[in-house]
């Protein structure tokens, strides 16, 4: 996995599943194509991360401009629901 944001602060990140190899039809790198498992194309993956289970829309699309700025095709992103998911403690 590779990480290609990193802000602590803010409390995000970007990772990738490795090296992006294709040229997605928006000029932008991705992974492999897709496959059975894998219909988007991400490769080994693509992921953004925040500390939010249900973060804004307005961080959810900041943080995809800036897959754009990072040269990575968003394209291959898919929402994954949190609807239902407890919160944990941490120490």
């Known amino acids: 996995y590779w990480i290609v944001h990193y802000d602590s602060d803010a409390g995000e990140a970007i ?11 928006n000029g ?13 194309g991400n ?3 693509l992921w953004v991360f925040t500390r939010e289970a249900m973060p804004s ?11 754009r700025e ?9 929402r994954v629901p949190q609807d239902g998911c407890g919160t944990f403690e941490t120490d």
């Open 70 to 78: 990072l040269g990575l095709d968003p394209s291959v992103l898919v």
């Open 57 to 67: 829309e307005d961080r959810v699309s900041a943080l995809t401009d800036k897959v």
């Open 15 to 25: 990772i990738t599943g490795g090296a992006p190899t294709q040229t997605g039809e």
């Open 28 to 40: 932008l790198c991705k992974g492999a194509r897709g496959s059975f498992f894998n219909p988007n």
């Open 43 to 45: 490769g080994e993956g």
